[in-house]
């Protein structure tokens, strides 16, 4: 007869590869289809693919981690007044205050970032973003932009358009008109319902 594990003595017992399926009925093949589209879009950002689009762009090399840092500062507020402290920074790069404190200590130092006073409490520095900062931001837009296009260059309009509302809804980025497909001004490239 074996003893049974106690799983609060060992760490590694968390991390165990369960024994069974967590559900009795088939997966939803959508669900499949998203799963690994997912593991293939982190893949992808793990291997720096679209870091690599970019540094190919410029006329100089730049350090990436400057480009993440200016995405979040830029990044529209989630509520009315919020202020881009470097708190948020963390919270929106999902890393630790220290690491996000080292992350925009060195944009600053590059001039893409800047420390001003807070509008609700003096005592609080915020962040926002220098004109170097704007001119990153802007290129990094146009640059990924590219990327995408490039990418979907085959997909019709309505794709894209659907393709933009569902991610949109998906990462949890509120809908906007821009993003609804409209055949009058997208143009009827494909039947309904398709």
Not at 3 to 9: F, G, L, Q
Not at 83 to 89: D, I, P, Y
Not at 103 to 112: D, I, K, T
Request: proline share 6%; charged share 30%.
């Amino acid at each position: 007869m074996t003893k049974p594990v106690d799983s609060t003595s060992s760490s590694d017992a968390s991390e165990a590869a369960p024994t069974a399926p967590l559900t009795d009925h088939e997966p939803d093949p959508a669900l499949v289809a998203v799963e690994r589209a997912m593991v293939r879009i982190r893949r992808n950002q793990t291997k720096r693919t679209l870091g690599r689009f970019v540094t190919s762009r410029l006329d100089r090399s730049i350090d990436l981690t400057h480009t993440v840092v200016v995405d979040a500062v830029e990044e529209e507020p989630e509520e009315p007044g919020q202020e881009v402290t470097v708190g948020l920074v963390a919270e929106r790069l999902a890393v630790d205050p220290s690491r996000a404190s080292r992350l925009v200590a060195a944009s600053v130092e590059a001039g893409y970032v800047r420390r001003v006073p807070s509008q609700a409490d003096s005592r609080r520095a915020c962040l926002e973003l220098t004109e170097a900062g704007h001119a990153l931001a802007a290129l990094a837009h146009q640059v990924r932009q590219e990327y995408f296009a490039e990418i979907m260059q085959d997909w019709s309009a309505r794709d894209r358009q659907d393709f933009a509302r569902l991610l949109g809804k998906f990462a949890g980025v509120p809908v906007r008109s821009q993003y609804v497909y409209d055949p009058a001004v997208d143009g009827a490239d494909e039947p309904a319902g398709t």
